[in-house]
């Protein structure tokens, strides 16, 4: 059931990926300190902001598996909700997560259900995602670990190494307050993830 879920995407993902896949790793280095107090702060900022909303274009890879798709993602507070479609088909899934509980629908067979949103996607998509720090990653903040930050010339964050993955943040909508990633490149191992960000929202919730 794995393999014939990642048929839907795998047509288009080599193309996405091509540019991901032939990356050099960079050298990482500490930020300095004022870096690292505007990073807290910009943190801060974005902690006050716990809804939120994102629609972009994705590309995966799992190894020898992978797919790509347009991606939105909406945040209200520690739920979330991300949908994934096929370029062509329009085919995808609908991950639903609350606090101890997670919903993943467009699978054959059903939807399938599980405590953990890690667990439930390994299982049933092969994807190892820790979802909790991509919240995070997203928009370009710490994951709550121990994390090494590279910063560009803007002072914002360029690399982050934690929790065995490496984010690269190709690119910033500085217009928006604070500013937030457009262009994403994270790996772990054989473990790839591509995002382009079309279009940020905020949903001040009720």
């Known amino acids: 059931m794995r393999r014939r879920a990642w048929l839907v995407w795998w047509p288009v993902v080599a193309v996405l990926l091509t540019a991901c896949s032939g990356l050099a790793p ?3 280095a500490p930020g300095t300190a004022a870096a690292l107090e505007a990073l807290a702060q910009r943190e801060r ?5 716990p809804n939120w909303s994102l629609e972009g ?3 995966i890879r799992n190894g020898g598996e992978g797919g790509s798709g347009a991606l939105e993602w909406v945040q209200r507070g520690a739920a979330f909700r991300v949908t994934l479609r096929a370029p062509v088909t329009g085919q995808g899934w609908r991950l639903d997560v609350v606090p101890g509980h997670a919903r993943l629908e467009g699978l054959e067979g059903g939807p399938r259900e599980d405590v953990e949103a890690d667990r439930l996607l390994h299982e049933a998509l092969g994807l190892e995602v820790p979802t909790a720090r991509l919240v995070r990653w997203l928009r370009g903040q710490r994951g709550g670990g121990e994390a090494e930050v590279r910063f560009g010339p803007a002072g914002l964050p360029e690399t982050m190494v934690e929790a065995g993955w490496r984010i690269e943040y190709r690119d910033w909508f500085t217009a928006a307050d604070p500013p937030l990633p457009r262009r994403i490149e994270a790996r772990s191992g054989e473990r790839r993830l591509r ?3 079309q279009r940020w929202g905020e949903d001040p919730g009720d």
């Open 26 to 28: 960079r050298q990482s």
């Open 45 to 49: 900022e974005l902690d006050a902001r």
């Open 57 to 59: 274009r994705v590309a």
């Open 195 to 197: 995002l382009v960000v």
